[in-house]
């Protein structure tokens, strides 16, 4: 974070090309740590509390919301029955909280290769994970995630996936976990731990993001799972991704005469399953967010 933290300007500037760089001004500074796999900061700013890692934002209080429920519950409200679920990442545990919102969940595993940044996120982010770390149903284990989905034998309804962007946007380069998601072993495996009819769920990057790209990962995903959608967060201009051993019909919109009768189902479904609030999810914004844009289209959801 050498290059974009500035304490004494108490700014944080992400570069995103050599055109265009975002600056983020804070107050205060909660914790400043480099271990041995990042460097992250949380601090307090207009929007409540940001995390950054590598300097790079990773959610703003004020708006992880929109993020962690558009990342869990386009594929989790679809899946049936979802009991078991694994989390690769988010240690900041606003998955773990929308997660124990289905009355159905019975074990949730969340596997985060570093131990102090989710200490200091149950420390500073209680808004974030609201004590879902310390639910009966949740067991975290601190390891490498690709290790750990080598050797995992367990099979589970739902993989979520929540790690920093797969591509680097100032080089459109991939980043060392996407050459691992690419062209190793991770969707073999993923597909391995899957039950019958489970799916993945991960975000991509933002929308400075070239279809290339997304691309790539399309195709190393459907080499072992037989059904892909990426959908976007329109309110946060993010791209997403679900890869799953069924296809979802809920996420196919071919004759806009049934848009009614989706939205429908998936409130219905949101009733039926969820117990607690939702503050941007319902089956509206999940007809939206698959709606992709021409660009998009004609190569994604057909």
């Known amino acids: ?38 460097e992250y900061l949380i601090v307090e700013d207009y929007q ?11 959610s703003r209080e004020q708006s992880e919301r929109i993020y962690h429920e558009m990342l869990v519950h386009p594929l989790s409200i679809n899946v049936s029955p979802l009991e078991k679920v694994l989390i690769i990442g988010g240690g900041e545990g606003a998955v773990l909280r929308e997660l124990l919102k289905y009355r159905s969940i ?21 808004s974030y994970h609201q004590n879902s770390f310390e639910s009966s149903k949740v067991k975290i284990e601190f390891a490498d995630a690709f290790e750990y989905l080598s050797k995992c034998k367990s099979k589970f309804d739902v993989i979520i996936l929540d790690l920093p962007a797969l591509f680097d946007n100032s080089t459109n380069n991939l980043s060392n976990i996407a050459h691992k998601i690419l062209y190793g072993d991770f969707f073999s495996n993923i597909s391995r731990c899957l039950n019958d009819n489970g799916g993945i769920a991960g975000y991509i990057g933002d929308n400075f993001l070239p279809k290339e790209q997304i691309l790539k990962l399309r195709d190393a995903s459907l080499k072992c799972l037989p059904n892909f959608n990426l959908y976007m967060v329109h309110p946060l201009f993010l791209k997403m991704f679900i890869a799953s051993k069924v296809r979802l019909e809920n996420n196919y919109v071919t004759d806009f005469t049934s848009i009614s009768d989706i939205i429908s189902d998936i409130d219905s ?9 939702l503050k941007y999810y319902c089956g509206h914004e999940q007809i939206v967010s698959f709606m992709l844009d021409k660009i998009f289209r004609k190569d994604f959801n057909n």
């Open 1 to 38: 974070m050498k290059k974009y933290f500035n304490k004494r300007g108490k700014t944080v500037n992400e570069y995103i090309n050599e055109n265009c760089y975002y600056v983020s001004k804070y107050n205060k500074i909660l914790v400043h740590r480099k271990t041995k796999y990042q």
């Open 106 to 126: 019975q074990e949730i595993t969340q596997v985060d290769i570093d131990r102090k940044f989710v200490n200091d996120c149950k420390k500073y982010l209680y």
């Open 269 to 277: 479904a949101i009733d039926k399953k969820i117990e607690g609030d």
């Open 48 to 58: 409540g509390k940001s995390v950054f890692i590598d300097g790079i934002l990773q």
